[in-house]
């Protein structure tokens, strides 16, 4: 598509999606949320849902990452 590759149209389109479905979601308001992944691996993404473990849901990239969310500093 107009020498863009098509990979690239690719992420940019779901990237759209995503955030337009985003925005219906929570009205408007897109949550980033940071989450740890074991001790060394911190992910920040868009916000999912809560686990009943405790455990926060994080959308990055198309996919889903789960992991303990990281409490605001002060």
């Not at 779901?14 to 955030?19: G, I, K």
């Not at 992944?37 to 992910?43: E, H, Q, W």
Request: include cysteine; charge should be neutral; charged fraction near 15%.
């Amino acid at each position: 598509m107009f020498g863009v590759p098509h990979n690239i149209v690719d992420d940019l389109l779901t990237n759209l999606c995503t955030f337009i479905e985003h925005r219906i979601f929570w009205g408007g308001k897109i949550m980033l949320k940071t989450i740890a992944m074991g001790s060394a691996i911190l992910v920040q993404g868009i916000y999912v849902k809560t686990l009943p473990d405790g455990r926060m849901t994080v959308h990055v990239d198309g996919a889903h990452y789960s992991g303990m969310p990281i409490s605001q500093a002060a």
